[in-house]
């Protein structure tokens, strides 16, 4: 199903925002549901927003009203807007895929990209 490659990280104070991008080479994002990932020091990794090809969209309760998780298909790219960040939300985020809600992390897992967040 293709590589999906994810950037936009940094180091940012609490209540400070990033945006993350994931981006599919080799296959169209279109036909898929994509989910972001969280996996903080020490513990698994967690899903915490997702969104199918029609736009729908599910949040882990710790982000919603904070985090915005959007997609642009002609870029063949989906977007995590994260705002009023939190120390909690220190970690490596993930993007993944698959064919619905709930099932959006069946391809291979890519590096992910670093999000620090400091009091």
């Known amino acids: 199903q293709g590589q999906l490659v994810e950037s936009g990280g940094g180091s940012v104070q609490a209540g400070g925002s990033l945006r993350l991008s994931c981006a599919a080479s080799?296959?169209?994002?279109?036909?898929?549901?994509v989910g972001w990932y969280r996996q903080g020091p020490g513990n698994q990794r967690e899903e915490v927003a997702a969104i199918d090809t029609r736009g729908r969209t599910n949040y882990a309760e710790s982000v919603k009203g904070r985090f915005t998780i959007s997609r642009d298909n002609a870029r063949n790219t989906v977007y995590l807007q994260m705002n009023g960040l939190k120390p909690e939300a220190t970690g490596v985020y993930y993007c993944?895929?698959?064919?619905?809600?709930?099932?959006?992390?069946?391809?291979?897992w890519g590096q992910g990209t670093q999000v620090t967040v400091s009091s």
């Open positions: 080799g296959s169209s994002l279109r036909v898929s549901a």
């Open positions: 993944n895929r698959g064919p619905f809600l709930g099932a959006t992390n069946l391809n291979s």
